[in-house]
């Protein structure tokens, strides 16, 4: 059974750090294209960032420079590290799983809340 | 970056009524080679993640009631629920994977019984 899980989401004040952690199951982290998606309170989704099988990494304009998608294949593990965090980072963010080679998201985690403020 | 347009932003529909949900993108998402429309439909019910309902347009995901259906084609989708449940109650996403990254949703339609 595929299972994602996000931790690592709490209050961090303006200009602080957080790392989020997603534990898989059910496939392996090294094989598929894997998504970080970010969901304001009441908003949308917004697309933050992917890492993809070979190890490429892309992100949003909005991340960029300030976020890092990694992952540990040991630990069937996927990460993101966010830095110099703000108020508009405040969001839900779900790892998602990409179908075949980044195409449709076919399994989501139940996302983490993250809360930027002083 | 390719823009979605849903339309409208909310709606409401008797149980048991026809519901439609349509998807602009700013650019074409039909892939030439394979003649395939690079276009998901995702619900989100309150406090859970979206769920995968259709991909390539029209492809309905395993365990999708056949209530869902998507059609359209280059700029222009529909979702459509044929005779809406309750449990059908949530936000409906569109979504493109023609030209990634970024992956694009539209900005959702929240589905209500009238």
């Known amino acids: 059974e595929v299972q994602l899980v996000e931790s690592g989401g709490g209050l961090i004040q303006p200009g602080g750090s957080l790392r989020l952690s997603c534990a898989v199951s059910?496939?392996?982290?090294?094989?598929?294209?894997m998504s970080w998606v970010r969901q304001a309170p009441g908003k949308g989704l917004d697309w933050v960032s992917v890492?993809?099988?070979?190890?490429?990494?892309y992100y949003a304009d909005s991340v960029q420079g300030r976020f890092t998608v990694s992952r540990d294949d040991s630990k069937n593990m996927l990460y993101l590290q966010m830095n110099s965090l703000r108020a508009e980072d405040t969001a839900v963010y779900y790892c998602a799983k990409e179908y075949s080679s980044g195409w449709y998201f076919d399994y989501w985690g139940q996302g983490t809340l993250v809360t930027v403020s002083s | 970056d390719i823009v979605m347009t849903q339309s409208p932003d909310s709606l409401a529909v008797s149980l048991g009524e026809r519901a439609t949900i349509n998807c602009k993108s700013s650019q074409t998402v039909l892939h030439s080679s394979n003649n395939k429309n690079y276009l998901a439909w995702y619900q989100q019910k309150p406090g859970q993640p979206p769920k995968l309902l259709i991909y390539?347009?029209?492809s309905r995901e395993s365990g999708v009631p056949d209530r869902f259906s998507g059609s359209g084609s280059g700029t222009d989708f529909t979702l459509t629920i044929s005779s809406l449940q309750a449990e059908d109650v949530a936000v409906y996403y569109c979504q493109q994977y023609y030209s990634i990254p970024p992956h694009t949703f539209g900005q959702g339609t929240k589905l209500e019984i009238k």
């Open positions: 059910g496939f392996s982290v090294s094989s598929h294209y």
């Open positions: 890492i993809y099988s070979g190890g490429s990494t």
């Open positions: 390539w347009a029209s």
